[in-house]
């Protein structure tokens, strides 16, 4: 199966591989289903890609490519390439693949070439709480431009902003992440980060789906799962959760999509107060 997909010198798509990498690919092919969750973080993606991985059967990294461009100084790799790494790795298991490494431009060019062998999951948190975290995972980074927050400069120029500091425009672009879930709609299903961290069932509908049933799961794995405490909590607990200042709430006013709102409304969550949106009938 690996040769029809994988194994042709062309993927039909944008890869060639060499004689080498067949051979490599030869000796270590990867698992029948490949998987992405599709998230842009602050969303328990550390946790869960430990909870997948602890199953026997599931290779799961956790933006594997993000640290090997920033620790390793190379190029972050996506879709096919990185995936295609991430399967080679886990050739021994049943089902292998990534959560918050794969960008949801990247999830059509996978599905061309991988088919049924490959799923995908979304997962969203309530945004307000999500933006504090991100907020808080800016923070830990001390003004570090790890960010390129250059591709809003269309939008900021048409904010009232207090100062043209990178911290400031950082944080519009904090609120900008929150308009992903209009596209990520189109994506694949959609997960709540707060059932899936509480919710056994819900948990183990998700494992099934994203290793396209090539996994077996049992009710006590899910409950033992979300069991486990919280990992990397971007907002430690001595530190307490800030009102946002008026500039703040003006940028979020003026930054999501009333469309973005609709949408986390139709999945429960509470559109802020300060947001005047028109809920669709």
């Known amino acids: 199966m690996w040769r029809m997909k994988w194994g042709r010198k062309k993927t039909g798509v944008s890869d060639l591989l060499t004689d080498e990498?067949?051979?490599?690919?030869?000796?270590?092919?990867?698992?029948?289903?490949?998987?992405?969750?599709?998230?842009?973080?602050?969303?328990?993606?550390?946790?869960?890609?430990?909870v997948l991985n602890s199953h026997p059967d599931i290779y799961c990294a956790h933006a594997a490519n993000v640290f090997w461009s920033k620790l390793g100084n190379i190029p972050q790799l996506d879709g096919l390439k990185y995936l295609r790494i991430i399967g080679s790795q886990g050739y021994c298991y049943k089902a292998a693949g990534d959560v918050h490494g794969v960008s949801r431009e990247a999830v059509k060019e996978v599905r061309a070439v991988l088919g049924d062998d490959f799923s995908c999951a979304v997962v969203i948190r309530e945004p307000i709480a999500r933006l504090h975290s991100q907020v808080a995972l800016f923070a830990r980074f001390k003004g570090l431009p790890l960010w390129n927050v250059d591709?809003?400069?269309?939008?900021?120029?048409?904010?009232?902003?207090?100062?043209?500091?990178?911290?400031?425009?950082?944080?519009?672009?904090?609120?900008?992440?929150?308009?992903?879930?209009?596209?990520?709609?189109?994506?694949?299903?959609?997960?709540r980060s707060e059932d899936l961290t509480a919710n056994p069932a819900i948990l183990r509908e998700f494992a099934e789906l994203v290793t396209g049933g090539k996994v077996k799961f049992t009710d006590n794995w899910a409950e033992e799962m979300i069991s486990?405490?919280?990992?990397?909590?971007?907002?430690?607990?001595?530190?307490?959760?800030?009102?946002?200042?008026?500039?703040?709430?003006?940028?979020?006013?003026?930054?999501?999509?009333?469309?973005?709102?609709?949408?986390?409304?139709?999945?429960?969550?509470?559109?802020?107060g300060f947001v005047n949106v028109v809920a669709k009938t």
């Open 21 to 50: 990498q067949l051979a490599f690919l030869e000796c270590y092919p990867p698992p029948p289903q490949l998987f992405a969750v599709v998230t842009w973080g602050c969303a328990a993606t550390s946790w869960l890609a430990h």
């Open 228 to 272: 486990r405490p919280s990992l990397n909590p971007h907002r430690t607990p001595e530190q307490k959760v800030k009102d946002f200042a008026d500039w703040q709430i003006d940028v979020i006013r003026s930054v999501v999509d009333p469309e973005a709102w609709r949408i986390y409304s139709e999945f429960g969550y509470e559109v802020p």
């Open 151 to 191: 591709y809003l400069n269309h939008v900021i120029g048409r904010l009232s902003l207090p100062d043209p500091s990178y911290e400031t425009r950082l944080f519009v672009h904090g609120v900008n992440m929150l308009n992903s879930v209009v596209q990520e709609r189109h994506v694949a299903p959609i997960y």
